[in-house]
């Protein structure tokens, strides 16, 4: 089991933890960053010798298992740093985690993709909003998002059909789709 749940994204193991209390899916998650926990922790150990790491980080641990089974969390780095601040700052405190704006609207948006699958007007709904943002999209950033995603063309195809290197084109459709992704938060709050 340990094995199919390595093969899981962030968003499916924290799925699994909340919802079906999945705790070997919470062991997966937290081996996945341990290394980014100590990396952060480390230097703040250094600079205040009076922390003690056999305190410090199973306390981490322990906070950051309760709130993964209690509050929303879109990216597991975020909400580390968070949650290692918010206790080195005030140690007798429980910091909630609170994502940022941008990482929420795009939760919001994941969830309402999740609910479209089953449910037509969703559906019907975010097909509108997604033409609408689409349409308000310089013609060459419609292009690029439409050549990889509905004809599936590979970076290396896109990269020799404009003339750019790989690394141009990942940058170019990270930026059109970020674009994409505004302009489709910001439908939501205009009606």
């Known amino acids: 089991m340990h ?3 390595t ?14 209390k999945d705790r070997e ?30 305190i410090v980080f199973p306390t981490l641990l ?17 909400w580390i740093l968070h949650m290692q601040r918010g206790y080195l700052n005030n140690q007798d405190k429980a910091t909630p985690f609170y994502p940022s704006r941008e990482a929420r609207d795009l939760l919001h ?3 309402k993709v999740d609910r479209a699958s089953t ?5 019907q709904e975010i097909i509108v909003r997604l033409e609408q943002a689409l349409q308000r999209l310089a013609p060459e950033e419609k292009k690029l998002l439409d ?10 195809e896109l990269a020799a059909a404009k003339g750019w290197n790989r690394d141009k084109v990942r940058n170019q459709l990270k930026a059109a789709k970020a674009k994409l992704a505004k302009l489709f938060i910001n439908q939501a709050y205009v009606k």
Request: net charge positive.
């Open 3 to 5: 094995q199919q749940l």
């Open 147 to 156: 050549e990889f995603y509905v004809e599936q063309k590979s970076f290396s």
């Open 25 to 54: 899916a919470e062991g997966v998650l937290m081996d996945r960053y341990s290394h980014l926990l100590v990396a952060i922790t480390l230097p703040q150990l250094q600079k205040n010798p009076s922390l003690d790491p056999n």
């Open 7 to 20: 093969s899981l994204s962030d968003k499916e193991l924290i799925s699994r933890t909340r919802k079906q």
């Open 62 to 78: 322990q906070r950051l298992s309760a709130s993964l089974r209690t509050q929303s969390i879109y990216k597991a780095n975020e």
């Open 119 to 123: 449910n037509t007007i969703d559906r």
């Open 109 to 111: 948006i994941e969830n």
